[in-house]
């Protein structure tokens, strides 16, 4: 790892998405779709047997040494990539198909019966094999029919299944306990106790200065820990900014298109109105942009979601003169420390401090659950911030904050994040790998950084009717739909981070079952 902490190119993946990245612009090279076609099929590991799933009999079909709830592993052992092996295969709408030789099939020679969908109706429980059914047509009129509503991720997240490829999601079995564990005591060991009373609405001072120095040091973001409020995560600070922005005469907050379904929910949560503006391969459209008449724009340009596309340097310099001419960019930088395949890229809060408020977190960096976030806004909305942060919690629990300040200093958390970086790229790699296998023709967007890839596909099946057979044969993730306003080739955006090579590589495998079962 060098000192900016890239990693040189892995062999055989060009840069994972087929991109060199000129370290001299910090930006793509012009003209490259930051997009990975994928491989058409090669050596499919074998097939595992039958497991259960919440009691139903599960055939998963697909690869993978693993079928149960993430986070847990088989009878055998630990998670561990299966090998690859060769089987014969058979077109089944010009994709291979392989049957699992574990197990007996009673059909016609050379046929095989398609995955049991873990979602059909339960059967009572029995030492004998589950019959091969073919699964039913999925039911898109609950979680993934119409537009989605405030609920949709809190159910999705309520769903059983066998992976979880939700995006967004770290790899939360590394989470530093013991790093953790060391700097709260330290922290309890070293306080007085005025310092547990009420802290600062603004946030701890001592966060606040640790996150000025991370933002410099990470981010190449110069400022002053006055300026700094530590929020609730990015989710928070989108809340503080809705008053704060009507009572400057903005109704409306332009979003990128293709861009996030929960950013946009929250937005519009706080009466403001949401105009799609379009993504293309350098970036958010800006002549569209303008063309909205929309006074600001919630961007993610480090690493676009879903896309993944990042904002090239000619698109920053429209973005920036649109921005001194009275526009206000909101910089959501969710996960730009997770970069494999490209150094750095600056923030935009780098270049133009007084049109640019800046949001970033730790859900990303360390868990969700942390709930702990900051924002960084131009002089003359703090005082009206810090009124709302006030009025809305008295602030974040302090204790929290003091121990993530700790790791900060300490350097814990660079340690922590070099970690995960290598984790997350592995898992990067062993999904493209799979996706190349299960879904012959696909492409892949967005992978040189991130916790998550977008895969569009070229079948002729809706993302929402996709997911939803996804879903019944045991997979979690999102549809590229949910995260549009316009019409759009239909995608899926799958979250790697939280899941081990042989989990990936099972799940991927029931995607590329699911697709078929529609095909």
């Not at 990470?218 to 990015?234: F, K, N, W, Y």
């Amino acid at each position: 790892m060098d000192a900016a902490g890239g990693h040189p190119d892995p062999p055989g993946t060009n840069g994972a998405d087929g991109l060199r990245y000129d370290g001299t612009r910090g930006d793509r090279p012009g003209g490259a779709a930051d997009r990975c076609p994928a491989r058409a099929i090669h050596d499919t590991p074998a097939h595992q047997s039958a497991a259960l799933v919440n009691g139903v009999p599960a055939r998963p079909g697909p690869p993978g040494p693993f079928h149960g709830a993430p986070g847990q592993q088989g009878p055998g052992g630990p998670n561990r990539e299966a090998p690859a092996s060769r089987s014969p295969a058979r077109s089944v709408n010009g994709a291979s198909e392989h049957r699992n030789p574990a197990e007996p099939f009673h059909g016609a020679p050379g046929q095989q019966g398609p995955a049991r969908p873990i979602h059909s109706a339960p059967a009572p429980r029995s030492h004998a094999r589950p019959s091969r059914t073919t699964p039913a047509a999925p039911n898109t009129a609950g979680l993934f029919g119409g537009v989605p509503g405030g609920g949709v991720f809190d159910a999705l997240r309520a769903a059983p299944a066998v992976v979880d490829f939700t995006p967004g999601r770290p790899d939360l079995t590394v989470f530093p306990r013991a790093a953790w564990l060391r700097a709260e005591r330290a922290v309890l060991a070293e306080s007085a106790a005025d310092q547990l009373g009420y802290g600062d609405p603004r946030g701890a001072p001592r966060l606040r200065r640790a996150v000025a120095d991370w933002l410099a040091r990470m981010r190449g973001v110069r400022v002053d820990p006055e300026s700094v409020l530590i929020v609730a995560g990015t989710a928070q600070a989108l809340t503080l900014l809705h008053p704060v922005l009507r009572a400057d005469g903005v109704d409306a907050v332009a979003v990128e298109d293709p861009g996030s379904l929960g950013a946009r929910q929250h937005l519009a949560h706080g009466g403001l109105a949401t105009p799609p503006v379009p993504v293309d391969g350098d970036g958010v459209r800006v002549d569209a942009l303008r063309a909205t008449g929309a006074r600001a724009v919630l961007l993610t340009p480090a690493h676009q979601f879903p896309t993944g596309v990042v904002t090239t340097g000619e698109r920053r310099r429209e973005l920036l003169e649109w921005a001194r001419a009275g526009g206000l960019i909101l910089e959501d930088d969710y996960d730009a420390e997770h970069r494999y395949d490209r150094p750095p890229v600056p923030a935009l809060r780098a270049l133009l401090a007084d049109r640019v408020c800046y949001m970033g977190s730790a859900s990303k960096l360390l868990a969700p659950a942390l709930r702990i976030g900051w924002l960084v806004a131009p002089a003359r909305y703090r005082s009206a911030l810090v009124e709302a942060k006030r009025f809305n919690d008295l602030g974040n629990a302090v204790l929290p904050q003091l121990v993530l300040a700790r790791l900060m200093e300490s350097g814990e958390l660079e340690r922590h994040l070099r970690l995960v970086r290598g984790r997350h790229r592995r898992r990067r790699d062993a999904m493209i790998a799979a996706l190349a296998g299960q879904l012959p023709g696909a492409v892949v967007h967005g992978a040189a950084a991130g916790l998550h890839l977008t895969v569009t596909y070229p079948d002729d099946v809706p993302d929402t009717e996709f997911a939803a057979a996804a879903l019944a044969y045991g997979v979690k993730c999102h549809p590229l739909s949910w995260h549009r306003q316009s019409s759009g080739p239909p995608g899926l955006v799958l979250g790697y981070a939280a899941g081990s090579p042989g989990v990936i590589a099972d799940g991927v495998a029931r995607l590329g079952s699911a697709l078929r079962s529609l095909s």
